[in-house]
């Protein structure tokens, strides 16, 4: 081979390298999107497919192998790591709804006394107030006032927990509603809903005429089959059984939410809310957080691989092409990440036929009497000491001295059960270290768990079923799929990076969502908290972190 070739070759071999990247530009806007309950393994099925907006972050710097590293795979917390750079036992928020430490009763995991809803001052107040950590938003508004920082979706827990402390425009969906945001008491709710005033008038047809949910894309009928769920009658197919056939503005509602739609809505919120701050077009830059929940309502109702799942896909695609395009006509330097809260598997009876057969549906409350009995005959107690569920239970009914000895004993008894892989008491894990360093993917049972308790809010024993269990009872139409576990399947999410420029590059070693916000902090030069879990993922090495 020629001298000339040669260094042709190499020319083309650097071009082609990671070494090439070029660094992102200073970002005048930073569009930070979750995608609910998008796993791992949906995206590596659907990548190919995706032709829009998915598609475009596909052609980015994508990690293949994000990690939500804690067990408890729920919205709410898993949100919570995305733009804070830190663990659940770290935000404090680790469940959608814990014990309260002052009351001891369960709370939801936004519930915030100090604030009302601008739609409604008497409905239970949502806001940031229980989120014990700050955000990539709240570091950018503490060195830049002006910039503007704003989160949108069908989830308040989700919105909120992006958004942070300081956030100048929160808002989320209230079906038959439209999107509300939180305030202060005696502020002025005209003035708090203004910017999405004009949208949700448009959008009060929806909450009362008959929704429409039937095949757009070709691909997605060849996907319909008829199932046995739970002994139930499954008929997987569009529009879903019932779709579209009442009058009742209640089922009208949980109908429109539980399909595509709910994400066309918020991703339509989303590019009003661009134009009402005029976002990327400020002295200083800004920061759009937007979390699309309809996959992960079309995953509880419908599963995650039929012709439902696959309208969703096509239509999510869709709805994120429209929304890149208006940040497109900015001309801004703009920068983009894509994750997710947690993963998600499909319906027990549809991985059965696929070759898993230790997929199970399990009974929590045959489980937890079997525990029950045991507690009493080995303690020597008159009424079941064990309250809550499964995955999640407390010690009651005996005096505090001797809970901490109950809850052992609990703990040991429900790791023997043969549907059980672990349990342990609260105790236990606020007092196992983490081993630091090793990758996400590695972690024992019992070190996920960990990331996952903080003390006072977790419930006094914590316990994971076997992989490929679920304690959804299966009930077709309404729920037949669900998440939460500590395995790969519910913990493992793509994390994608585009900005205009950008070399498709695939990454495939395992990251963690944690390290989103120091990544998206370097881009704009601010330091994040010390104590962050996460890491600054260097997208290119002209710049790195």
């Not at 349990?423 to 049972?445: C, H, I, M, N, Y």
């Not at 495939?508 to 370097?522: G, N």
Request: hydrophobic content about 40%; glycine content about 8%.
């Amino acid at each position: 081979m020629s001298r000339s070739a040669l260094a042709a070759l190499c020319l083309f071999a650097l071009s082609i390298s990671p070494l090439a990247q070029a660094a992102p530009v200073k970002p005048k806007l930073i569009l930070a999107i979750s995608v609910d309950q998008f796993s791992g393994n949906l995206y590596d099925d659907w990548r190919s497919q995706y032709v829009a907006g998915l598609g475009r972050l596909s052609q980015g710097v994508i990690y293949t192998s994000g990690y939500q590293t804690h067990a408890s795979t729920e919205t709410c917390p898993g949100h919570s790591t995305l733009l804070t750079g830190k663990h659940p036992n770290k935000t404090g928020i680790v469940a959608n709804a814990y014990k309260d430490p002052v009351t001891g009763k369960p709370v939801y995991c936004v519930n915030d006394p100090s604030v009302v809803l601008a739609h409604d001052p008497k409905a239970q107040p949502v806001g940031p107030g229980r989120l014990l950590a700050t955000t990539l938003g709240d570091w950018l508004k503490e060195v830049s006032p002006q910039s503007r920082v704003v989160a949108v979706s069908s989830k308040d827990r989700a919105a909120i927990t992006m958004a942070g402390h300081k956030a100048d425009g929160v808002f989320w969906l209230i079906e038959g509603k439209g999107f509300s945001t939180f305030m202060a008491p005696g502020a002025d709710a005209t003035k708090a809903l203004a910017p999405l005033a004009a949208y949700n008038a448009e959008l009060t047809p929806v909450w009362t005429k008959r929704p429409t949910w039937t095949y757009l894309h070709a691909d997605c009928k060849a996907k319909a089959a008829d199932w046995k769920v739970n002994g139930q009658s499954f008929e997987s197919r569009l529009p879903p059984t019932g779709w579209g056939q009442s009058d009742d503005p209640v089922v009208i509602k949980s109908q429109v939410l539980a399909s595509p739609m709910a994400d066309e809505m918020t991703g339509e919120a989303a590019r009003r809310l661009i134009r009402a701050y005029k976002l990327g077009k400020g002295p200083a830059p800004d920061l759009l957080a937007v979390s699309f929940s309809a996959t992960d309502f079309v995953g509880h109702r419908y599963g995650t691989r039929g012709p439902e799942m696959c309208e969703q896909m096509h239509r999510l695609d869709e709805t994120i092409g429209r929304l890149l395009a208006d940040l497109d006509k900015l001309n801004i330097p703009y920068l983009v990440v894509l994750s997710a809260d947690h993963g998600g598997s499909d319906f027990t009876e549809r991985l059965q036929t696929e070759g898993y057969p230790m997929a199970r549906r399990v009974s929590s409350a045959a489980v937890m009497a079997r525990v029950n009995s045991a507690l009493m005959a080995e303690l020597g107690l008159k009424t079941p000491p064990l309250g809550g569920s499964l995955e999640e239970s407390e010690v009651i009914g005996v005096p505090d001295a001797d809970k901490d000895r109950v809850a052992d004993a609990a703990a040991r008894i429900l790791s023997a059960q043969p549907e059980v892989a672990g349990a342990f008491t609260q105790k236990d894990l606020l007092a196992s270290p983490v081993r630091q360093g090793v990758p996400p993917d590695e972690l024992t049972l019992k070190e996920r768990f960990s990331l996952s308790t903080y003390a006072g809010r977790s419930p006094d024993v914590l316990a994971a079923v076997k992989p490929q269990s679920t304690l959804s009872p299966g009930m077709p139409g309404v729920l037949v799929s669900s998440h939460g576990s500590p395995w790969d399947y519910d913990r493992r999410v793509p994390m994608l990076f585009w900005w205009p420029g950008v070399k498709p590059e695939a990454r495939f070693l395992p990251v963690e969502t944690v390290d989103i916000a120091p990544t998206l902090a370097a881009a704009w030069g601010l330091t994040p908290p010390a104590d962050v879990d996460g890491r600054c993922l260097a997208l290119a090495s002209e710049r790195p972190c």
